[in-house]
T-cell receptor, first 110, second 115 residues
Framework: SQQGEEDPQALSIQEGENATMNCSYKTSINNLQWYRQNSGRGLVHLILIRSNEREKHSGRLRVTLDTSKKSSSLLITASRAADTASYFCAPSGGYQKVTFGTGTKLQVIP | EAQVTQNPRYLITVTGKKLTVTCSQNMNHEYMSWYRQDPGLGLRQIYYSMNVEVTDKGDVPEGYKVSRKEKRNFPLILESPSPNQTSLYFC??????????????FGPGTRLTVL
């Protein structure tokens, strides 16, 4: 299966700071997706970046993809308390088994 | 409103008592999937379906069954639940774009406790 591994496992920052989390994977992909999960709730899709893209923006989110290093990063700028959540990456090589990692738990302190 | 619904949201049951968790989506998505989430283990895929009557095992299929008789529904069946199936379960669906998995839309989750 295609599994993403997020790093760090936990991150605590002050409101207004930027938060960066990373994702590594092992096999070739068509796209990589980032999701957010508020405690105990369903995952919410944030952004999808295709294998031929290097960078993508959506509001305060910036995602980069380096297929040569098989890694991606998610940057949240000017963080808010409402950004407190767990963040997961999902590398996808097609219709196949999809396994999310354990996620990065972000805490934004007001 | 586009959504994935799951029922029940919470369930406490006993070992061996067959149960079904329903999942339904109203977005006409071909792809549907079941995950379980356990502390420290992340989300693991149980089964997925690429279309009606097409299902395949994920990483942790043991003890579970699925069926996909209609496009909108993808029930998860536990024929003989055991305590190690106590978990938080999520259903998800996604549009089909050739062989590329698109954005997955997740249901609200079903918290299952097996005593």
């Amino acid at each position: 299966s295609q599994q993403g591994e997020e790093d760090p496992q936990a991150l605590s920052i002050q409101e207004g700071e930027n938060a960066t989390m990373n994702c590594s994977y092992k096999t070739s992909i068509n796209n990589l997706q980032w999701y957010r999960q508020n405690s105990g709730r369903g995952l919410v899709h944030l952004i999808l970046i295709r294998s031929n893209e290097r960078e993508k923006h959506s509001g305060r989110l910036r995602v980069t993809l380096d297929t040569s290093k098989k890694s991606s990063s998610l940057l949240i700028t000017a963080s808010r308390a409402a950004d407190t959540a767990s963040y997961f990456c999902a590398p996808s090589g097609g219709y196949q088994k999809v396994t999310f990692g354990t996620g990065t738990k972000l805490q934004v302190i007001p | 409103e586009a959504q994935v619904t799951q029922n029940p949201r919470y369930l406490i049951t006993v070992t061996g008592k067959k149960l079904t968790v329903t999942c339904s989506q109203n977005m006409n998505h071909e792809y549907m999937s079941w995950y379980r989430q356990d502390p420290g283990l992340g989300l693991r895929q149980i089964y997925y379906s690429m279309n009606v009557e097409v299902t395949d095992k994920g990483d942790v299929p043991e003890g579970y069954k699925v069926s996909r008789k209609e496009k909108r529904n993808f029930p998860l069946i536990l024929e003989s639940p055991s305590p190690n199936q106590t978990s938080l379960y999520f259903c998800a669906s996604s549009l089909s774009k050739g062989f590329e998995l698109d954005t997955q839309y997740f249901g609200p989750g079903t918290r299952l406790t097996v005593l």
